[in-house]
């Protein structure tokens, strides 16, 4: 087990390594000159000289990237080129709004999903089981986005019950900060539910047709029962690297919401810095997402293989669950 | 397995009748999409992109069956237009993407040692990138556009079809045919092209179909935080863009949303249609 951890980590590591020369090579391809940008327009030539020296554009791109990836491993992620605030401020706050959004979207995705899955598999065949078809089918065709928008045409401006987006922090104004967040967490978690529901009633159909099921049932034990003390661990095991995945799709689907929403999360931060070249957050950004998406199915893959140690021989030879 | 008894083969049945319905369902939304979006400049009845003074906003009916946006444009018209943009843009995309993954994919895996693990790295690298990332990255590098989306869209899906497919060309390899065509000396070109590809062709018609309504899902997701075409030409995601300004007039979100679900739905159903046909299993993994 612990070969097979230290395995993964060192993987990652080299994954993520080779990611930071991606994202980094990728930026400086990018036209436009941050130099220019933070000098400003009117800016003559000796400023923006002075300046790109500072911000050590002359040095070629291995030494650039050496001297970044030093700072970055220290802690050191400078600062804005546009607001001149701290990167890991900017990035901390941003970051922690998209992570309560996946957070609150997970939840949503998994409290739907999982129970609708479960009783699509228990009543299949029924009525029951073609609603929640009809249900999955609707919600993994309707974009998040527009679902957003319909959402505050509707209880934002008809019914303003519901704020249309917000930016109220949750250590000032938590209230205001969750009700802010009610609306996106609808748009952006129908569709995962609908697509744990599917995997949920199929992992379960598949489950019950195993022998310690029947061996259940033959020992007379409830259905309630053996659905809590093994159904659902069994089915929780077929779900995990799925669920890790959509963690992964969260976040990106959360870039777009939050444009919806006007939320101040991670996801509107890439498109503002992409947008004004803010090189120092940008990279940094890139190189997190990267570095959640591994290392959520990193645990993903642990997780996984502490629960069924069968798959670890499999996970070594073909590197990860996906 | 268990017995099948009558009333079970019966639900099965029924279960058949009810799958063919959503194939059908699927294949009639998506073939009226396509067929409207192909024939959006003999459907249309105004241009795309005219814009009519003193007609802003109009409501349904009348000269303009489902009204106009605020710079008095008609609605269904760039509805129709931007449906065949969306198609285009998508299949293109996907096809692209998972053409050259494909290709990467059987060759890797087929060939196997170094080169293999090497390029599954750099998948995983590939993999961890969230596709709106790549579209903000390629539009930085080229500008925004239809181009800038497709290129997008085949860079996400990339990797995960050579994934795909070098799973499939591993499974492949090992079996009879290849072996005996390796054993007669036949060149590996040839029995890549002539003996695997042909066999993992199911798989890919497969992940394509599974792809594509999530394909035109990022597209429109693309072109909806402006990094598609550039206006007046008309995509979904633009339109809807332009509808936030508007939230009072909830048709201008309500027109472009609907056909864009029906297309994603019609896809969708077609897509499970094809693939319980193919590959009749409960559930069969996605690309991404």
Wanted: aromatic share 6%; proline share 6%.
């Amino acid at each position: 087990m612990t070969r097979f951890v230290l395995g993964r980590v060192a993987q990652m590591a080299v994954t993520l390594l080779g990611a930071s020369v991606v994202v980094f090579t990728v930026l400086r391809l990018m036209p436009g000159d941050p130099a220019l940008v933070y000098a400003g327009p009117f800016a003559g030539s000796d400023v923006v000289e002075a300046v790109r020296d500072r911000m050590g554009l002359h040095d070629p791109l291995p030494v650039q990237y050496l001297l970044w990836l030093k700072a970055f491993v220290t802690g050191d992620l400078g600062v804005s080129s546009i607001s001149g605030l701290p990167v890991s401020q900017l990035v901390g706050s941003a970051l922690a709004q998209t992570a309560l959004l996946t957070l609150t979207t997970s939840l949503l995705a998994i409290g739907v999903g999982v129970p609708l899955g479960l009783l699509a598999a228990l009543r299949k065949g029924t009525w029951a089981d073609r609603l929640v078809a009809g249900f999955n089918t609707v919600a993994l065709g309707v974009p998040n986005f527009w679902l957003g928008l319909i959402l505050v045409i509707v209880f934002a401006i008809n019914f303003s019950i519901l704020p249309a987006g917000g930016s109220a922090k949750l250590t000032e104004d938590p209230l205001g900060a969750l009700t802010s967040l009610v609306l996106p967490t609808i748009a952006l978690g129908l569709a995962p539910a609908a697509m744990l529901a599917r995997l949920t009633r199929g992992a379960v159909i598949e489950v019950m047709h195993e022998d310690f099921m029947t061996m259940a049932a033959a020992k007379g034990m409830s259905i309630g029962f053996v659905i809590r003390r093994s159904l659902l661990r069994h089915v929780f095991l077929n779900l995990l690297p799925v669920l890790a995945i959509l963690v992964g799709s969260l976040l990106t689907g959360a870039a777009i919401i939050e444009s919806v929403f006007t939320l101040p999360g991670a996801g509107r931060l890439i498109i503002e810095s992409t947008r004004q070249r803010d090189y120092a957050v940008l990279q940094t950004l890139l190189v997190i997402f990267v570095a959640v998406f591994l290392l959520v199915t990193f645990v993903a893959d642990i997780l996984y293989s502490v629960l069924d140690p069968r798959v670890r021989g499999h996970l070594m030879r073909e590197g990860g669950v996906r | 397995m268990s017995v099948i008894t009558a009333p079970r083969l019966l639900s099965r049945m029924r279960r058949r009748e009810h799958r063919r319905v959503a194939l059908v369902t699927g294949l009639v939304l998506v073939l009226g999409l396509c067929a409207a979006g192909l024939l959006a400049p003999l459907l249309a009845p105004h241009s795309p992109v005219a814009q009519y003074p003193g007609e802003e906003l109009r409501g349904y009916g009348g000269r303009f069956l489902l009204g106009t946006d605020d710079l008095g444009r008609d609605t269904l018209s760039r509805t129709l237009y931007a449906c065949r943009a969306a198609l285009l843009v998508g299949l293109l995309g996907v096809g692209i993407g998972a053409t050259v993954g494909s290709l990467i994919g059987l060759v890797i895996g087929y060939v196997g040692g170094r080169l293999d693990s090497f390029v599954m790295r750099l998948t995983d690298i590939g993999i961890g990138f969230p596709v709106v990332i790549v579209g903000i990255v390629v539009v930085a590098i080229g500008g925004p556009g239809p181009q800038a989306v497709i290129i997008a869209i085949a860079l996400y899906y990339l990797p995960a079809f050579v994934r795909i497919l070098r799973g499939s060309a591993l499974q492949l390899r090992a079996r009879p045919f290849v072996e005996a065509a390796a054993s007669m000396g036949v060149k590996d070109r040839v029995i890549v092209l002539r003996h695997v590809l042909p066999n993992a062709l199911p798989l890919f018609v497969l992940q394509v179909g599974l792809a594509l309504p999530d394909a035109v899902l990022l597209d429109a997701g693309l072109s909806f935080i402006g990094l598609g075409a550039p206006p007046p030409s008309p995509t979904l995601g633009d339109m809807l863009s332009q509808a936030r300004s508007y939230l009072d007039v909830p048709r201008l979100a309500i027109v472009p949303g609907l056909a864009l679900c029906l297309l994603v739905i019609g896809l969708n159903l077609l897509a499970d249609g094809v693939r319980d046909v193919l590959d009749p299993r409960e559930s069969s993994e996605r690309a991404r």
